[in-house]
């Protein structure tokens, strides 16, 4: 992605809208970006008024709202819209469990994560007052598009004035071959695992050599557990405040009986979760 | 180099471990005899298994001070097997089961490469226990009528045991010599083994209880043969039947039931018990060992799978690690698998050589063995010991225990499960926590600082605690983990145990393993393994139990001359002055521990609002200054977290100090000040230690270092940092 200059976001007339929506503008403003609005539902007055109303009390637009009304079927006037209007980052708010401190997606906008084309931010905490964004994990597995990925997630530090950034190496534990089974066997594992350690470090610092990231301290970290899922852990663990991750490859329905990646952490948001696409 | 100098050890080892194996073979003989003759096996079958088992085991195992041979928990499972199998016919049922035996090795193996072989972390501690106590139970019963010269005694282990008190009355009135004889050196035998260990004698203790029955019993015989013009009393069929050629007759196993239902479930019960009893055994065994070392569990289940079927196809019994054997070895210097290889040769030469002395042991002598081990197993202290964790683990431990009586082992330990998951649902009111989380991988490792931290999210318990294990086998015993379960809902009693041996194994290996994140949670006794489920927030728990953690803290404020109140309510006024709060509310402060204006203390409070909000538990130390401050906040350089407080400020150097001013971010409203108040000395201090995140207010200090809770180490370095760096302000 690396570029953002339209923002989608999907307004549903829910307690949550106005938390939201100012999100969304104090993002846009910071990427000096162009906020564009989907209602999926017949556009009247009484609607137009409250949104007017939450504007009126919103930051001020850099570029004025755009919005857009039409009736359908959410899932896919949302990932119609995201095509047609070039969209470079959806905007999900996320739903919270009773009582449970968790937080999970709704199935519509588990949908579109899974099928969009563009870059989706899951907010578990839009607040109308602006929360600072002080630690960012990204994940650096080994694949094409975590460069792209991490690039994107220097991009929001620069913007989101984030000083601070983790990248994640997770190391799945079929790649650490030997088993622990005695003392001999132990001393060879902690071996291979910083050998493995030094070698993801390697690789994420060749990433980060052709990016100019300023004074942001970025750190790495490896962690040896299951993919997807540890990440979010992590974040947990660390009380990140935004979570980048590689989108998925591609999702089956086998992946959803057995969730792996993404969907881990769709099921259970640790923070707000940016996806790259 | 490293080679030759194991090698030569080695060798040096060999003396002591040949005497060792020497004392081992001396109980090996009468246990091997006892077991088999419990299980209702020809008494030459238990020692083919510790033949077998000591050479087999030994070349190719992967532990380092384990006996192995016949086993007390395999008894009651290949007494059924025999009766039931057999039909009536005890030497059919024999071969059948040693059909059963061989398979059960097999499929020891296929555990041992699929590194399941410790099928224990699946099952639940307590009932485990309440299966033990079973077996125990079913020992006693048989045997108890066996000791008192009675062969005749049938029927279940409940109708067993009612026949207890009338076959003692018989016992007393019966006018048959040869049973009476019989049954009295039955009692003098259990008496030397109740007793023997309270007799501190040197020359006494050197010979072990079990052989000390065998020599007398011997001698007595002798006295008979030879001086006295009485014929023994003892009848021929209640003495020990050897096969007079002991080398031309080995039983082969009669496949012919391997497709009926009760040969499987025999399949699986000796399995069962195999690993559940080999598994435990090891684990007590590396607890003995001076060398510290780590057994390989699945190599060593490997290896006792192959003996059992090598044994099994000779006509042995099964091979398991024992317990009571290894310690004997361990006590004697054994000091490495040779003294398990020597013990299975001074077997064979015993039975070679003094066969005919081994059939003058009366069999009610050896019965009197096997009533001390299965009273051992299902003593009152255990049941106290269960009921000590917690009353829910004793309907656990009870509910196995009466189940495998009643029916079989099987369904004891399944019904174990069932029970043991019902309680944790109830306990939680909440079976969702379980369903939708037990597949998730619950557990997160990585290392920090050089140390290892591990979290656990969700739930933890028997269910998947194999996932916790997998994690924690892999940091080596000699570094510092951290185990923290404050995202856990609930923690049960098996993964409790676990961790204390965790703490054990890293303490004895001068590492240091702590759990932390427990501190809120409710538990119902005191015992240190009771199981756990964390409060919801906010509600402080007025008293409680205290965690392990507590206590620990509880231990070093005395040593550190602090006083600690785990359940304060303690308000520090000053601490929403810090700016490290002007965002974060305080819930709430406990673990308090103060001493001249300083406290330390662990807080819980919040960021964020509404559904934004999220708790946060952190341990930090707070000064209360005499004297005027300027107010400022320290940092290591780099660190951002917390620099949104003072944004704005700029990094103040200090003059003439420039390696101070590289490392940390020093920042505030009036430089003047600060720079008046960093002295020479203060920044000496700074530069010496670890760097933490200071703040300052115009009276009182705060010093934190990570945003969650310290372990017990952590809160010793950060007390002293605080106390010195405290003095020097003082002074200065």
Same mark, same amino acid.
């Given at each position: 992605m690396q570029k953002i200059h339209k923002i989608l976001i999907g307004i549903a007339f829910s307690p949550n809208l106005e938390p939201n929506l100012f999100e969304a503008i104090r993002i846009a403003n910071m990427f000096n970006a162009e906020l564009i609005g989907v209602h999926v539902g017949k556009k009247n007055a009484r609607k137009e008024e409250s949104l007017a109303k939450i504007l009126e009390q919103a930051d001020a637009l850099n570029t004025p709202l755009k919005t857009i009304w039409q009736e359908g079927e959410p899932v896919d006037v949302i990932l119609k819209t995201t095509v047609d209007e070039h969209i470079d980052l959806l905007i999900l708010g996320a739903l919270k469990k009773e009582k449970l401190l968790k937080y999970y997606v709704g199935s519509i906008a588990r949908k579109i994560t899974r099928k969009a084309t563009c870059s989706i931010l899951l907010l578990i905490k839009p607040s109308i007052i602006r929360q600072f964004c002080k630690h960012i994990v990204v994940n650096g597995l080994k694949d094409d598009k975590t460069e792209e990925t991490i690039k994107t997630s220097v991009l929001f530090a620069k913007h989101l004035l984030c000083k601070k950034m983790t990248i994640v190496e997770e190391i799945s534990q079929s790649e650490l071959q030997v088993k622990v089974n005695d003392d001999k066997s132990l001393r060879k594992s902690t071996i291979l695992k910083e050998r493995l350690k030094n070698r993801e470090d390697q690789r994420v610092k060749n990433i980060l050599k052709d990016i100019s990231y300023d004074d942001i301290s970025i750190k790495t970290q490896s962690i040896f557990g299951t993919r997807g899922y540890s990440i979010g852990h992590y974040a947990k663990v660390k009380r990140a405040d935004l979570l980048v991750m590689n989108a998925p490859n591609k999702v089956g329905i086998l992946d959803r009986i057995f969730p792996h990646d993404i969907e881990y952490i769709l099921s259970e948001l640790p923070t707000d979760v940016l996806i790259v696409k | 180099m490293q080679k030759k100098s194991t090698f030569k050890t080695f060798l040096g080892e060999i003396p002591q471990n040949l005497f060792s194996g020497f004392v081992v073979s001396l109980i090996a003989l009468p246990l091997g005899l006892g077991l088999a003759l419990a299980s209702g096996a020809p008494p030459i079958s238990g020692i083919i298994a510790a033949i077998v088992g000591g050479i087999v085991v030994s070349l190719i195992g992967g532990s380092n001070v384990t006996i192995t041979g016949p086993g007390n928990g395999l008894v009651v499972v290949i007494l059924s097997a025999i009766t039931i199998l057999g039909d009536g016919d005890v030497y059919q049922g024999y071969l059948f089961t040693l059909a059963a035996i061989v398979i059960s090795g097999i499929l020891l193996i296929l555990l041992g490469f699929l590194r399941m072989g410790a099928l224990g972390d699946f099952f639940p501690a307590s009932a485990i226990q309440g299966m033990l106590a079973a077996i125990g139970i079913g020992i006693f019963a048989k045997q108890i009528h066996v000791m008192l010269g009675n062969l005749d005694a049938k029927g279940s282990i409940i109708e067993l045991l009612i026949q207890v008190p009338e076959g003692i009355i018989?016992?007393?009135?019966?006018?048959?010599? #040869?049973?009476?004889?019989?049954? @009295?050196?039955?009692?003098?035998?259990?008496?030397?083994?109740?007793?023997?260990?309270?007799?501190?004698?040197?020359?006494?203790? @050197?010979?072990?209880?079990?052989?000390?029955?065998?020599?007398?019993?011997?001698?007595?015989?002798?006295?008979?043969?030879?001086?006295?013009?009485?014929?023994?009393?003892?009848?021929?069929?209640?003495?020990?039947?050897?096969?007079?050629?002991?080398?031309?007759?080995?039983?082969?196993?009669?496949?012919?039931?391997?497709?009926?239902?009760?040969?499987?479930?025999?399949?699986? #019960?000796?399995?069962?018990?195999?690993?559940?009893?080999?598994?435990?055994?090891?684990?007590?065994?590396?607890?003995?060992?001076?060398?510290?070392?780590?057994?390989?569990?699945?190599? !060593?289940?490997?290896?006792?799978?192959?003996?059992?079927?090598?044994?099994?196809?000779?006509? %042995?019994?099964?091979?398991?690690?024992?317990?009571?054997?290894?310690?004997?070895?361990?006590?004697?210097?054994?000091?490495?698998?040779?003294?398990?290889?020597?013990?299975?040769?001074?077997?064979?030469?015993?039975?070679?050589?003094?066969?005919?002395?081994?059939?003058?042991?009366?069999? #009610?002598?050896?019965?009197?063995?096997?009533?001390? /081990?299965?009273?051992?197993?299902?003593?009152?202290?255990?049941?106290?010991?269960?009921?000590?964790? *917690?009353?829910?683990? $004793?309907?656990?431990?009870?509910?196995?225990?009466?189940?495998?009586?009643? /029916?079989?082992?099987?369904? %004891?330990?399944?019904? %174990?499960?069932?029970?043991?998951?019902?309680?944790?649902?109830?306990?939680?009111? !909440?079976?969702?926590?379980?369903?939708?989380?037990?597949?998730?991988?619950?557990?997160?490792?990585?290392?920090?600082?050089?140390?290892?931290?591990?979290?656990?999210?969700?739930?933890?318990?028997? $269910?998947?605690?194999?996932?916790?294990?997998?994690?924690?086998?892999?940091?080596?015993?000699?570094?510092?983990?951290?185990?923290?379960?404050?995202?856990?809902?609930?923690?049960?009693?098996?993964?409790?145990?676990?961790?204390?041996?965790?703490?054990?194994?890293?303490?004895?290996?001068?590492?240091?393993?702590?759990?932390?994140? @427990?501190?809120?949670?409710?538990?119902?006794?005191?015992?240190?393994?009771?199981?756990?489920?964390?409060?919801?927030?906010?509600?402080?728990?007025?008293? *409680?139990?205290?965690?392990?953690?507590?206590?620990?803290?509880?231990?070093?404020?005395?040593?550190?001359?602090?006083?600690?109140?785990?359940?304060?309510?303690?308000?520090?006024?000053? @601490?929403?002055?810090? %700016?490290?709060?002007?965002?974060?509310?305080? =819930?709430?402060?406990?673990?308090?521990? /103060?001493?001249?204006?300083?406290?330390?203390? =662990?807080?819980?409070?919040?960021?964020?609002?509404?559904?934004?909000?999220?708790?946060?538990?952190?341990?930090?130390?707070?000064?209360?200054?005499?004297?005027?401050?300027?107010?400022?906040?320290?940092?290591?350089?780099?660190?951002?977290e917390y620099l949104l407080h003072f944004a704005g400020y700029k990094d103040i150097d200090i003059n003439e100090h420039p390696d101070f001013n590289r490392r940390f971010y020093l920042s505030g409203k009036s430089e003047e000040k600060i720079r008046a108040f960093f002295t020479d000395e203060l920044i000496l201090f700074f530069e010496s230690n670890k760097q933490y995140h200071i703040e300052a207010t115009n009276t009182g200090l705060l010093i934190l270092s990570n945003e969650r809770l310290a372990s017990v180490k952590e809160i010793k370095a950060l007390a002293y940092f605080g106390a010195s760096l405290q003095k020097i302000i003082e002074k200065c």
């Open positions: - | 018989n016992f007393i009135k019966t006018d048959n010599l #040869s049973m009476f004889y019989a049954g @009295l050196i039955g009692v003098f035998s259990l008496l030397i083994m109740v007793f023997y260990s309270k007799i501190r004698n040197r020359y006494f203790q @050197l010979i072990p209880a079990p052989m000390w029955i065998v020599v007398l019993s011997v001698g007595l015989y002798s006295y008979f043969d030879m001086f006295s013009s009485t014929a023994y009393p003892i009848h021929k069929d209640l003495l020990i039947d050897l096969p007079s050629d002991v080398l031309g007759s080995f039983a082969f196993p009669d496949f012919g039931k391997i497709t009926q239902f009760d040969f499987i479930s025999a399949v699986i #019960s000796i399995t069962l018990i195999a690993s559940i009893e080999s598994l435990l055994s090891i684990k007590a065994v590396d607890k003995l060992d001076h060398l510290k070392r780590r057994s390989n569990v699945n190599k !060593d289940i490997r290896a006792l799978g192959l003996a059992t079927v090598i044994s099994g196809f000779l006509g %042995g019994l099964n091979v398991v690690t024992v317990i009571a054997r290894s310690s004997v070895n361990v006590n004697n210097k054994g000091s490495n698998r040779s003294a398990n290889f020597f013990h299975a040769l001074f077997l064979v030469a015993f039975i070679l050589l003094f066969a005919t002395e081994l059939r003058k042991i009366p069999l #009610s002598a050896l019965a009197a063995i096997l009533v001390f /081990t299965g009273y051992k197993l299902a003593s009152p202290e255990n049941i106290k010991k269960v009921f000590s964790i *917690g009353s829910e683990q $004793l309907i656990i431990f009870l509910a196995t225990l009466l189940v495998t009586i009643a /029916t079989s082992l099987i369904y %004891g330990i399944l019904v %174990g499960i069932i029970i043991t998951f019902v309680i944790h649902v109830i306990i939680n009111k !909440d079976i969702f926590l379980f369903i939708k989380n037990i597949l998730k991988p619950n557990v997160l490792m990585f290392t920090e600082d050089e140390k290892y931290y591990v979290s656990v999210k969700n739930f933890s318990s028997f $269910l998947n605690y194999t996932k916790l294990k997998s994690k924690l086998d892999q940091i080596p015993e000699t570094e510092e983990a951290i185990v923290d379960f404050s995202l856990c809902d609930f923690v049960d009693h098996s993964v409790m145990e676990n961790m204390n041996n965790y703490t054990e194994i890293f303490e004895r290996k001068g590492g240091h393993f702590e759990v932390i994140g @427990l501190d809120d949670s409710k538990s119902g006794s005191e015992h240190p393994f009771a199981l756990r489920k964390i409060l919801p927030k906010q509600r402080i728990p007025k008293e *409680g139990v205290l965690t392990k953690r507590q206590k620990s803290i509880q231990k070093i404020s005395e040593e550190m001359r602090y006083s600690y109140d785990a359940f304060s309510d303690l308000k520090i006024e000053e @601490l929403p002055s810090f %700016g490290y709060f002007k965002t974060r509310k305080v =819930d709430k402060i406990s673990n308090v521990l /103060t001493k001249n204006d300083c406290s330390i203390f =662990d807080v819980q409070f919040s960021e964020g609002e509404m559904i934004a909000k999220q708790v946060i538990k952190a341990t930090m130390f707070h000064i209360q200054t005499k004297k005027k401050l300027p107010k400022f906040t320290l940092d290591k350089e780099g660190v951002f």
